[in-house]
Nanobody, 119 residues
Framework: QVQLVESGGGLVQNGDSLRLSCTVSGGTFKDFFMAWFRQAPGKEREFVAA????????NYTDSVKGRFTISRVNIWNTLYLQMDSVKPEDTAMYYC????????????WGQGTQVTVSS
């Protein structure tokens, strides 16, 4: 059974940095495309960033380009999201997600980690 566990969230101030982690177990990590999503109160879940299986391809939603960096270390089964210059509008529950190469959707999700940015 594939399990994803996020960590690293917390309360930070406008302009600070934060790094989220997501550890994957129950599967071969390098087989998964990985992504970060977020959901703010009263809003729908939105895509934040994604990374290919070996990290050669990354993409970001426009609102975080130049501020957030997605990365992964396959030998550690871990996905990261480095968040720099955070803004109050980044406040949300952040989720990591995984899908295998033959899957169209992200079928595996973590429980989320809360990020709150004060102004």
């Amino acid at each position: 059974q594939v399990q994803l566990v996020e960590s690293g969230g917390g309360l930070v101030q406008n302009g600070d940095s934060l790094r989220l982690s997501c550890t994957v177990s129950g599967g071969t990590f390098k087989d998964f495309f990985m992504a970060w999503f977020r959901q703010a109160p009263g809003k729908e879940r939105e895509f934040v960033a994604a990374i290919s299986r070996y990290g050669s391809s990354k993409n970001y939603t426009d609102s975080v380009k130049g501020r957030f960096t997605i990365s992964r270390v396959n030998i550690w089964n871990t996905l990261y999201l480095q968040m720099d210059s955070v803004k109050p509008e980044d406040t949300a529950m952040y989720y990591c997600a995984a899908r295998r190469k033959d899957e169209d959707e992200y079928n595996y999700w973590g429980q989320g980690t809360q990020v709150t940015v004060s102004s």
